[in-house]
Nanobody, 124 residues
Framework: QVQLVESGGGLVQAGGSLRLSCAAS????????LGWFRQAPGKERQFVAA????????YYADSVKGRFTISRDNAENTMWLQMNSLKPEDTAVYYC?????????????????WGQGTQVTISP
């Protein structure tokens, strides 16, 4: 079993940057595909980014491509999401997720474990 804890959220102005972290427990961190999702008030949870087990393969939603960067360090059991050029529409609760067998990385149902979420608010 894996426990995930996000941190790094906050309030920034448009154009600013934030770096989210996702710390995981367990000794099998490297066997999981990891993802970031976000949920704005009144909206469904949506895919943001995903990263393969070794960190070589990365996938992004079109809305964040070129602005966000996902990374992981299996030795530190940690994943990050570097968010630059933030926009008010990026405002949401951001969740990290882990899954052993993820075939459709954009689907939240593919992931087995979720963190509690961290709030990101971007002011105009």
């Amino acid at each position: 079993q894996v426990q995930l804890v996000e941190s790094g959220g906050g309030l920034v102005q448009a154009g600013g940057s934030l770096r989210l972290s996702c710390a995981a427990s367990g000794r099998t961190f490297s066997s999981y595909i990891l993802g970031w999702f976000r949920q704005a008030p009144g909206k469904e949870r949506q895919f943001v980014a995903a990263i393969g087990r070794s960190g070589d393969n990365k996938y992004y939603a079109d809305s964040v491509k070129g602005r966000f960067t996902i990374s992981r360090d299996n030795a530190e059991n940690t994943m990050w999401l570097q968010m630059n050029s933030l926009k008010p529409e990026d405002t949401a609760v951001y969740y990290c997720a882990a899954g052993r067998n993820v075939y459709f990385y954009t689907r939240n149902g593919e992931y087995d474990y979720w963190g509690q979420g961290t709030q990101v608010t971007i002011s105009p």
